[in-house]
């Protein structure tokens, strides 16, 4: 039974998610009840809470754009190139588009299109320089991505003056950029009991989530992105350009970070303003990382996270802090590696002791 | 040959992977003090058999005896900690490390990584004479070179039992020979050295005693004083030794690969090709014969579009070569069996019918517009396998997990598809046995027949001289002389690469 279980890569990868995550239930009980709280009734006020409809809406909104990141991320890693700079891709593209946006009138359909290529172009441009930077001069992309990073963030603070592309949000201290009008928004959809809105563009990640797989698995390009990435001597014997597929790999992974702001955008805020959302693409490094850069074990992981990360909310009403969740999410990221590791050893012993065991029963 | 006690004795060992029995039932005894030779044809287990005497793989079944005590080893420090030290059949250096960084890795104890470490390699590079440099960088050294870092890594830490797999298959004669004196050093040190090899000759030659394996179990034992080459070939696959031979000429006058006056350099502006020039025609194999290290590595890879020539002229019939890419030339017509399989021939942890897609992957029956063609590449990859008799559970099964000449033959077929104008073959025949070999000299014959032309690099002479219609001889770059594969003998052609007769022979 486990044997047959353990079979198939895909099982395997499954297994070793539930171990890790039991494993982070477990250090992270440790560590409330060394703290002198209750771990089953905290976790309890964590599901109770957490299943509540605004929360389901509020998980599956977050959870979007940690998906859109983590497939941003995992592009690259595919290919072995560490694209840690999704974080400021993402910040700009979506500070640039959402001032295109609320600049632009333009009829409905195309004006979202248009928001949309903006910001992929963007990020996917915004990635590139580090690509080109790695091709041309040989810097490495870790370094380059994150520079780029403080880069954005200074380019955004630069842009993001009254003087120059944002406007004073009504009734606050905050600035942002001018709202872009309804003809560019997106309808949320709705989810009984509850008066929040599903972004409309968790379809977007979705989309993209498609579009990664069938990219990866059924197209000349995605093979050759594999193959870089699998043996970098064997794809340029084999003819794969592997300068030119950096630049591709880093502009799309770019491109697709882009979009992390859009469901937020289009469906939320309209605005980019000083309170929009930061540090997604961190989170997307992690949640690429557990859900093994596979499009699938991605979209649990990034559900998984966005639910610890709404649920831990009611923590705090109950005098427990809520970093207690950031434990959690660090457990299950760090042994995730290590059991995916032995499972997938034993999963390998138990393959060989079936061929034994049907070798014995042919011979006898 | 004193036989005191044995050094390795296996009772019994059996290793099983998904879909294969690679080792059943094997029995073999060691005697300290000698080279004993362990024969077999690809995919008889003898890689694995190794790999669990070295503590890489555990046994399904059996016990170890190293020096008459039992052995449990759980990993090649347990191995090493006995004295047992092996050189693998695919290297295992770190490419961007020097020889000193890659002998001391994971066994810095010894002697520091500093200038004792560099005394020490000195001092063994001396004694066996290996002729190794501490300092170059391991990217930079040819096969044969690799292979002697690889031995002086082992003896470094100490090995009293050596196991070499497969370690002439990269070697010219005179580089063989002096592994081979190199090997009656060892022994009369006491060492033990247990070594595979598909060259029988070789076998008959050096070894003190031969065991043969077939299909994963001991099937005899040998006295190489008693038994002939051709004996020992019957023995481990039931047929007779083949002949590298090439019938009646096809060259034509068309030509298909013309080289003129290129010269390669590398990142320190030598020339490592100098001034090449050669025109291979449709049905010609022109052979290249040379010391491991002259170029010939150099020549392929700018021929293919690795390299950046600096000067001179490529054209595949008639189309100029020079600024196109890999893929452009691949999909003019050039197939590619690289000298190193691992890392330039195959994605090791894809499938049997990935790797089939790869190199091919602009061109039918791989992909359909720009889409991969899974159900294609599955079929051709089924119909290479058994053209080329690829002994394999199935087309699912990661490439790692092929023996290697079984990876061999893989390659060879899918290079052979799609009707090649001209095959790049670098040492085609390199690690299979001497049933498949045979096979893959008809299949460049065939081929050859219907007008391929190949470019033949390769240590061992005899398919050297065998296969080729015209020999050229290559020399620190440049093309030093011509012989007749009519009339030259290995031995005289062991000397122009060397330059002893510099100019022509024949
Ligand atoms: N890691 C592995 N996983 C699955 N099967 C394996 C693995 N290693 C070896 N095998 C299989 O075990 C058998 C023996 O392989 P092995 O490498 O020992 O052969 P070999 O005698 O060294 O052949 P060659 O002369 O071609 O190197 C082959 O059928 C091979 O496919
Ligand atoms: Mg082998």
Do not use: C
């Not at chain 1, 809520?322 to 050893?345: C, D, G, H, P």
């Not at chain 2, 890879?301 to 001179?312: D, K």
């Amino acid at each position: 039974m486990i044997s047959n279980l353990l079979a198939k890569s895909y099982a395997r990868t499954v297994v070793a998610a539930l171990v890790a995550l039991v494993f982070a239930i477990v250090v992270t009980s440790i560590v409330l009840s060394v703290s002198g709280f209750n771990p089953p009734s905290t976790f309890q006020a964590m599901f109770s809470f957490g299943k509540q409809p605004d929360s389901v809406v509020n998980t599956v909104n977050r959870a979007a754009a940690y998906y859109l990141s983590a497939l941003a991320v995992a592009i690259g890693f595919r290919m072995n190139l560490f694209n840690i700079g999704v974080d400021g891709q993402y910040r700009l593209a979506a500070m640039v588009a959402a001032a295109a946006g609320g600049a632009w009138a333009l009829p409905a359909g195309l004006h979202q299109l248009v928001i949309i290529l903006v910001a992929a172009v963007v990020g996917g441009a915004w990635a590139a320089l580090a690509a080109i930077l790695k091709v041309t001069r040989g810097v490495s992309e870790v370094i380059s991505t994150i520079m780029l990073n403080f880069i954005g963030t200074g380019v955004i603070a630069f842009l993001l003056s009254p003087d120059r592309l944002a406007v004073k949000v009504a009734g606050s201290n905050n600035i942002g950029t001018k709202p872009i009008a309804s003809s560019g928004r997106v309808p949320g959809i709705s989810y009984p009991g509850s008066d929040l809105k599903i972004y409309g563009l968790v379809l977007l990640a979705v989309l993209a989530g498609l579009g990664f797989w069938f990219m990866v698995n059924r197209t000349r390009f995605g093979f050759d992105l594999r193959a870089t990435g699998l043996s970098q001597s064997a794809a340029v014997a084999s003819g794969v350009d592997t300068k030119r597929m950096v630049i591709i790999a880093m502009a799309l992974s770019g491109a697709v970070a882009g979009l992390v702001g859009m469901p937020q955008l289009l469906g939320g805020s309209y605005s980019y303003s000083l309170d929009f959302p930061t540090g997604i693409g961190f989170t997307g490094i992690g949640i690429a990382l557990l859900g093994r850069n596979n499009p699938v074990g991605i979209a649990f992981a990034s559900l998984l996270w966005a639910f610890l990360d709404q649920s831990s909310q009611i923590l705090e009403f109950n005098d427990i802090p809520k970093e207690i969740v950031a434990i959690t999410q660090a457990a299950v990221l760090l042994s995730v590696v290590v059991v995916y590791e032995i499972v997938n050893r034993v999963g390998r012993r138990m393959d060989q002791r079936r061929v034994a065991a049907q070798l014995g029963e042919v011979a006898a | 040959m004193s036989t005191t006690e044995p050094a390795v004795e296996l009772h019994g060992i059996t290793k099983r992977f998904p879909g294969v029995v690679a080792n059943h039932d094997i029995d073999i005894t060691v005697a300290a003090g000698t080279v004993h030779a362990i024969v077999g044809e690809n995919g008889a287990g003898k890689s694995t058999l190794m790999k669990i005497l070295y503590g890489m793989q555990r046994p399904d079944e059996g016990t170890i005896e190293v020096n008459g005590a039992v052995a449990d080893l759980h990993s090649p420090s347990d191995a090493i900690a006995r004295g047992i030290g092996m050189v693998h059949q695919h290297f295992m250096l770190a490419d961007n490390l020097t020889v000193l960084e890659n002998v001391v890795l994971g066994a810095e104890k010894l002697h520091g990584i500093g200038a004792g470490a560099r005394r020490r390699i000195q001092e063994i590079s001396d004694q066996y004479g290996l002729g190794v440099e501490p300092g170059r960088l391991v990217e930079e050294l040819g096969v044969g070179a690799r292979q002697r870092v690889e031995i002086l890594k082992v003896l470094y830490r100490g090995a009293k039992i050596l196991i070499l797999d497969e370690p002439t298959a990269v070697l010219v004669p005179q580089e063989v020979d002096e592994l081979f004196a190199n090997l009656e050093e060892l022994k009369r040190e006491g060492l033990t050295v247990i070594f595979i090899s598909h060259k029988l000759d070789e076998v008959l030659k050096v070894a003190d005693a031969i065991t043969v394996i077939r299909r994963g179990t001991t099937v005899a034992s040998a006295d190489p004083r008693e038994v002939s080459a051709r004996q020992l070939a019957e023995l481990m696959v039931g047929s007779e030794l083949p002949v590298p031979e090439l019938r009646e000429s096809t060259v034509t006058d068309v030509p298909v690969l013309t080289v003129e006056d290129v010269t390669v350099r590398d990142a320190t502006g030598r020339a490592v090709v100098d001034g090449v020039s050669l025109t291979i025609h449709e049905g010609e194999i022109l052979g290249i014969a040379g010391v491991e290290g002259n170029g010939q590595a150099e020549l392929v890879e700018a021929i293919m579009g690795m390299l950046p020539v600096e000067s001179g002229v490529l054209r595949l019939r008639g189309q100029d070569l020079v600024g196109r890419s890999t893929r452009h030339r691949r999909e003019m017509g050039i197939g590619f069996i690289p000298e190193d399989r691992h890392r330039h021939g195959l994605l090791l942890e894809s499938s049997l019918w990935e790797n089939r897609v790869l190199g091919h992957q602009t061109r039918p029956p791989n992909v359909k517009g720009i889409l991969i063609d899974r159900a294609g590449a599955r079929r051709d990859t089924e119909r290479i396998v058994e053209d080329y008799d690829v002994r394999t559970p199935g087309i699912d099964v990661a490439a790692a997990s092929l023996s290697g000449g079984n990876q061999q033959k893989l390659i060879i077929g899918r290079e052979m598809s799609g009707e090649p104008k001209l095959l790049i073959a670098s040492h085609p025949t390199r690690g299979v046995d001497v049933g498949a070999q045979s096979a893959i000299w008809d299949h460049l014959r065939r081929a050859r027949g219907e007008g391929l032309a190949v470019l033949l690099i390769s240590a061992d002479l005899d398919e050297l001289i065998g296969m080729s219609d015209t020999l050229r001889v290559i020399l620190r770059g440049r093309l030093v002389g011509e012989a007749d594969p009519a009339t030259i003998t290995p031995d005289a052609l062991g000397s122009l690469m060397t330059g002893a007769g510099e100019g022509s022979a024949a």
